[in-house]
């Protein structure tokens, strides 16, 4: 479910559609092994439903999970809310004896929503990416920071809107940083 964050509010000159901002719980599996090897991507693929993103700063998606490639042999998988014992599962019975780890990491992390036309330069200011159009799009991700906050970011379907894994203990900094970041679009911290 998501819910608003409640540090944004808009000013009286501020355009309404500028930003939307809100945050989630998802289940957040943390899925380690060796994307070279063809049977621990087979059984990914077999277990989830959906390939695993081998190539490096992408992510794929299908209507229910999303996979972020986070390293050469990491990855998060994220789902819909309650349901990462039975991903948790289904991963380590298709993997078997493979080298490879299964965590649940649910519990340390939110994800941020950012949409509207002004979510590419909130991110502009707090992040050494380049988040033009034509540099980061649909189908990529990075891990990175905003500010001194550690971020993964990826961009929706949307083309302006964006998902970011923060860990909980810096969520509130983070919505601090990005309340005073937003002043630049009409949006001032309540």
Not at 63 to 88: H, T
Request: glycine share 8%; net charge neutral.
């Amino acid at each position: 479910m998501l819910k608003a964050h409640q540090l944004p509010a808009f000013a009286p000159n501020a355009q309404p559609q500028a930003l939307r901002a809100g945050q989630r719980h998802l289940a957040v599996v943390n899925l380690r092994g060796n994307a070279r090897d063809p049977a621990f991507v087979l059984s990914v693929q077999q277990a989830l439903g959906l390939a695993l993103p081998v190539n490096a700063c992408t992510t794929l998606v299908n209507q229910r999970l999303r996979l972020v490639w986070v390293g050469p042999d990491d990855w998060f998988v994220l789902g819909p809310q309650g349901e990462q014992a039975a991903l948790v599962a289904a991963l380590r019975l298709a993997l078997g004896d493979q080298h490879a780890a299964v965590t649940d990491v649910s519990s340390g992390y939110f994800v941020v929503s950012l949409a509207g036309p002004s979510a590419r330069d909130l991110l502009a200011q707090g992040c050494p990416m380049d988040f033009h159009p034509s540099a980061f799009h649909a189908d990529q991700a990075a891990t990175t920071h905003f500010y001194k906050v550690g971020i993964t970011v990826w961009q929706t379907g949307d083309a302006s809107g964006f998902e970011l894994l923060v860990r909980r203990s810096f969520i509130d900094h983070f919505w601090q940083l990005a309340a005073t970041c937003s002043r630049e679009f009409g949006i001032i911290a309540a």
